[in-house]
């Protein structure tokens, strides 16, 4: 029996009707996306259609580049000891963002599919009209559209179709199919997305239990290091004049702030023998709390405001005092004008950035405001804070701007204004004080501070005094005979312990044992070390230094922190000395 047949205006019009109920039945945005299947309206609207085209796949590939950036962040942080929850916060509030974006995407995609069927099942039944004239059946003529789309043979649709369809018909059955395809693609992404998405999430949550245990293996180090330190100042209590006076000297926990004049940073200088070993202090003559000085140097240089500076470190804002006294008590001044006093406030170099040193300003004046409050007298040295007469009588010009710009304005709250040079890149209280990981993130050692990384054999950072050491260095035997001292401090009587001193007497008098009495010592008590092949320290959560570790001819050591530094002053021979309790041991 032969096909039917239909005359060449009854499909004509039977595809204008079916296509024109789908085209006012769907939004706008997909009416213009059918008109930009027709050529002529492409080319004269070209911007209008391509946006409409990339729409959702470019926000697919915006979704995407965020969710790559969230994952090297989080990778970022999987190698670092310095996250925050702040960052860990940020970082899940990002992955919120853009799981709503895709989200709405997939919503998108889903109204889409709704209308895409709708259209499929009319192109269908177009398709089976065509094969009813007995033209072609409808796998070939879907092929003939698909090459008439991606290789532009459209002869071939035009000979199949001819005698049947208008041109306009046929581009919106190719616009069809390329809309078919790109919500295939474009849902197949957004399926990626959820799941890469998913992980990133999970190995987000990883990381947080993992900053929560570093967190409560901080706090118990901590609870440690305070039962250690009601210990340590008993034995201290106990030791002789001699080892008080010793550690005093080469503790560095007197407070050290920058002064007028910045000084100078010298590198560490090469050994004159090996193996050779070197003790290095992260930071010096701190009391780790508040405002570090080259931090907030580092911090203005970065780009921070002096409000910045001051809310990290002392976490609160700042406030203008309007009943702000006019007269402070200065020791050995009497009364000076307030504004006069901070004028000569001798405690940052003036050519440091105008926000650190505004920072600077506020701090002083808030330690001074708390003095005037209750009438007491403010001295002039670091035990409060420096005073220069002669600055005050002329201040340098950016010092003097930074004062009279925050005039009146101290931290909010009841804070205790506290600021030292250098902590070594970690506050009590706050943390790390970093962009990005610690040390080389460290705003201190970003800000060029001499005493961030320094091996000491001086007296003192003002003198210059050296004992007979032109370096900082210690033999092998030199650093074996502190090993041995270890041994003996921890294990022998009261009279080992107090031979535990210098055995330079020429600096520091006394009768300590000889290197050759300790290493004996040493051995009756135990365990005698003589060659060390490497050495290491484990540094906490806390900003301390929780082991020392050596590998020796009596095999590996591990020594606590606060003992080694302790023992290392008492025995290190001249002014060699550990001034943080932030410090690691290299061998070179």
Not at 65 to 71: A, D, E, P, V
Not at 206 to 213: E, G, N, P, T
Not at 216 to 245: D, G, P, R, V
């Given at each position: 029996?032969?096909?039917?047949?239909?005359?060449?205006?009854?499909?004509?019009?039977?595809?204008?009707?079916?296509?024109?109920?789908?085209?006012?039945?769907?939004?706008?945005?997909?009416?213009?996306?059918?008109?930009?299947?027709?050529?002529?309206?492409?080319?004269?609207?070209?911007?209008?259609?391509?946006?409409?085209?990339?729409?959702?796949?470019?926000?697919?590939?915006?979704?995407?580049?965020?969710?790559?950036?969230?994952?090297?962040?989080?990778?970022?942080?999987?190698?670092?000891?310095?996250?925050?929850?702040?960052?860990?916060?940020?970082?899940?509030?990002?992955?919120?963002?853009?799981?709503?974006?895709?989200?709405?995407?997939?919503?998108?995609?889903?109204?889409?599919?709704?209308?895409?069927?709708?259209?499929?099942?009319?192109?269908?039944?177009?398709?089976?009209?065509?094969?009813?004239?007995?033209?072609?059946?409808?796998?070939?003529?879907?092929?003939?559209?698909?090459?008439?789309?991606?290789?532009?043979?459209?002869?071939?649709?035009?000979?199949?179709?001819?005698?049947?369809?208008?041109?306009?018909?046929?581009?919106?059955?190719i616009s069809l199919n390329m809309e078919i395809k790109s919500f295939e693609s474009d849902k197949e992404e957004a399926g990626k997305l959820r799941a890469d998405l998913e992980e990133s999430q999970k190995t987000l949550l990883s990381l947080k239990a993992d900053i929560d245990r570093k967190k409560a293996e901080a706090q118990n180090q901590y609870t440690e290091l305070e039962k250690k330190s009601q210990s340590y100042e008993e034995t201290i209590a106990k030791l002789s004049a001699l080892q008080q006076s010793v550690l005093a000297a080469k503790s560095g926990s007197e407070n050290g702030s920058v002064g007028d004049y910045e000084p100078p940073k010298a590198a560490l200088p090469s050994p004159k023998f090996s193996p050779a070993f070197v003790a290095i202090s992260y930071g010096a003559y701190t009391h780790?709390?508040?405002?570090?000085?080259?931090?907030?140097?580092?911090?203005?240089?970065?780009?921070?405001?002096?409000?910045?500076?001051?809310?990290?470190?002392?976490?609160?804002?700042?406030?203008?005092?309007?009943?702000?006294?006019?007269?402070?008590?200065?020791?050995?001044?009497?009364?000076?004008?307030?504004?006069?006093?901070?004028?000569?406030?001798?405690?940052?170099?003036?050519?440091?950035?105008?926000?650190?040193?505004?920072?600077?300003?506020?701090?002083?004046?808030?330690?001074?405001?708390?003095?005037?409050?209750?009438?007491?007298?403010?001295?002039?040295?670091?035990?409060?804070?420096?005073?220069?007469?002669?600055?005050?009588?002329?201040?340098?010009?950016?010092?003097?701007?930074?004062?009279?710009?925050?005039?009146?304005?101290?931290?909010?709250?009841?804070?205790?204004?506290?600021?030292?040079?250098?902590?070594?890149?970690?506050?009590?209280?706050?943390?790390?004080?970093?962009?990005?990981?610690?040390?080389?993130?460290?705003?201190?050692?970003?800000?060029?501070?001499?005493?961030?990384?320094?091996?000491?054999?001086?007296?003192?950072?003002?003198?210059?005094?050296?004992?007979?050491?032109?370096?900082?260095?210690?033999?092998?035997?030199?650093?074996?005979?502190?090993?041995?001292?270890?041994?003996?401090?921890?294990?022998?009587?009261?009279?080992?312990?107090?031979?535990?001193?210098?055995?330079?007497?020429?600096?520091?008098?006394?009768?300590?044992?000889?290197?050759?009495?300790?290493?004996?010592?040493?051995?009756?008590?135990?365990?005698?070390?003589?060659?060390?092949?490497?050495?290491?320290?484990?540094?906490?959560?806390?900003?301390?230094?929780?082991?020392?570790?050596?590998?020796?001819?009596?095999?590996?050591?591990?020594?606590?922190?606060?003992?080694?530094?302790?023992?290392?002053?008492?025995?290190?021979?001249?002014?060699?000395?550990?001034?943080?309790?932030?410090?690691?041991?290299?061998?070179?």
């Amino acid at each position: 029996m032969p096909k039917p047949t239909c005359p060449k205006f009854a499909i004509i019009l039977l595809t204008t009707i079916i296509l024109s109920g789908v085209y006012f039945a769907v939004p706008r945005q997909a009416r213009t996306e059918t008109k930009c299947a027709s050529q002529d309206y492409f080319e004269d609207h070209y911007d209008e259609c391509s946006s409409l085209i990339k729409t959702t796949s470019k926000k697919l590939e915006d979704v995407r580049n965020q969710k790559n950036s969230i994952n090297q962040q989080i990778q970022n942080y999987l190698s670092t000891l310095t996250v925050t929850d702040a960052q860990i916060a940020d970082l899940k509030t990002k992955i919120q963002q853009v799981q709503a974006q895709l989200t709405e995407i997939e919503k998108n995609l889903n109204n889409r599919k709704g209308s895409l069927e709708e259209k499929t099942l009319i192109r269908n039944k177009i398709v089976r009209s065509f094969y009813q004239m007995g033209r072609a059946n409808p796998v070939e003529i879907l092929f003939a559209i698909e090459e008439g789309e991606n290789s532009g043979q459209d002869f071939v649709m035009r000979d199949i179709f001819e005698d049947t369809v208008a041109e306009e018909v046929i581009k919106q059955i190719i616009s069809l199919n390329m809309e078919i395809k790109s919500f295939e693609s474009d849902k197949e992404e957004a399926g990626k997305l959820r799941a890469d998405l998913e992980e990133s999430q999970k190995t987000l949550l990883s990381l947080k239990a993992d900053i929560d245990r570093k967190k409560a293996e901080a706090q118990n180090q901590y609870t440690e290091l305070e039962k250690k330190s009601q210990s340590y100042e008993e034995t201290i209590a106990k030791l002789s004049a001699l080892q008080q006076s010793v550690l005093a000297a080469k503790s560095g926990s007197e407070n050290g702030s920058v002064g007028d004049y910045e000084p100078p940073k010298a590198a560490l200088p090469s050994p004159k023998f090996s193996p050779a070993f070197v003790a290095i202090s992260y930071g010096a003559y701190t009391h780790y709390k508040g405002m570090s000085q080259y931090g907030a140097k580092g911090r203005a240089e970065d780009g921070k405001d002096y409000k910045d500076i001051l809310k990290f470190y002392y976490n609160t804002g700042v406030k203008k005092v309007n009943d702000f006294p006019s007269k402070i008590s200065v020791s050995g001044y009497g009364k000076l004008d307030f504004q006069y006093y901070l004028y000569g406030i001798a405690e940052m170099p003036s050519s440091w950035p105008s926000d650190a040193l505004k920072a600077q300003a506020i701090a002083a004046r808030t330690y001074a405001y708390a003095y005037a409050k209750s009438g007491k007298t403010i001295c002039t040295t670091q035990a409060c804070q420096v005073f220069s007469s002669s600055k005050a009588k002329n201040p340098p010009s950016a010092w003097k701007k930074a004062v009279d710009d925050t005039k009146s304005v101290v931290l909010d709250g009841s804070v205790t204004a506290y600021y030292s040079a250098t902590t070594g890149g970690y506050i009590e209280s706050i943390g790390w004080d970093v962009k990005g990981s610690w040390p080389n993130g460290a705003y201190e050692k970003r800000a060029g501070s001499p005493w961030f990384y320094k091996a000491w054999y001086t007296k003192s950072y003002n003198d210059s005094s050296t004992c007979g050491r032109s370096d900082p260095y210690l033999t092998e035997e030199e650093m074996a005979d502190i090993l041995n001292a270890i041994v003996v401090w921890e294990k022998g009587n009261s009279t080992d312990r107090g031979k535990v001193t210098p055995f330079t007497t020429s600096c520091w008098g006394g009768s300590p044992y000889s290197k050759d009495k300790m290493k004996d010592r040493a051995g009756d008590l135990g365990t005698a070390y003589s060659d060390i092949s490497s050495v290491d320290v484990e540094i906490g959560n806390n900003g301390q230094t929780i082991y020392a570790k050596f590998s020796t001819d009596q095999g590996n050591v591990s020594i606590k922190g606060d003992t080694f530094k302790t023992v290392f002053n008492l025995r290190a021979p001249g002014y060699i000395s550990i001034k943080d309790r932030l410090y690691e041991v290299v061998k070179k």
